[in-house]
């Protein structure tokens, strides 16, 4: 039978690393902190869409919307940035490759909708 682990209870295993120490005494209380941690990091992904919104008024085509070159600067930079913060890499890539997927099926849909300034002849 599948059951939801208790939240309230004591730890029911333990790691084998002996450097290993504990955050918290029950899954109450490390779901209080992946709670407090969402409510700051969905917050920040609102800004970052605001500023992806803002990149298509910089661009000419989808490709341009797409760029695939800075796609892979991002993640090079989030790979070094979770390797200095000690953050598992794959899962950092996966959530940034899915993110800016999302992202660019946005921007795309917002360049869909705008139209192209006249450029000034020099
Ligand atoms: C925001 C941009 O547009 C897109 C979104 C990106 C992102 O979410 O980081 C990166 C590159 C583009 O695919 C950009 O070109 O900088």
Redesign the pocket.
């Known amino acids: 039978m599948n059951q939801e682990p208790s939240t309230d209870g004591a730890a029911l295993r333990r790691y084998h690393d002996p450097d290993y120490e504990p955050l918290c005494a029950t899954l109450a209380d490390v779901r209080a902190n992946i709670d407090r941690l969402d409510r700051q990091i969905v917050p920040l992904l609102a800004e970052?869409g605001r500023?992806?919104k803002d990149?298509a008024r910089f661009?000419r085509d989808a490709f341009q919307?797409?760029?695939?070159q800075?796609?892979q600067e991002?993640i090079d930079k989030v790979l070094a940035l979770a390797s200095e913060h000690g953050a598992y890499p794959e899962v950092i890539e996966a959530c940034y490759r899915a993110?800016?997927a999302g992202?660019?099926a946005r921007?795309q849909q917002d360049f869909a909708g705008m139209s192209a300034i006249e450029e000034k002849q020099t």
């Open positions: 970052r500023y992806v990149a661009k919307v797409s760029a695939p800075r796609q991002v993110m800016i992202f660019i921007e």
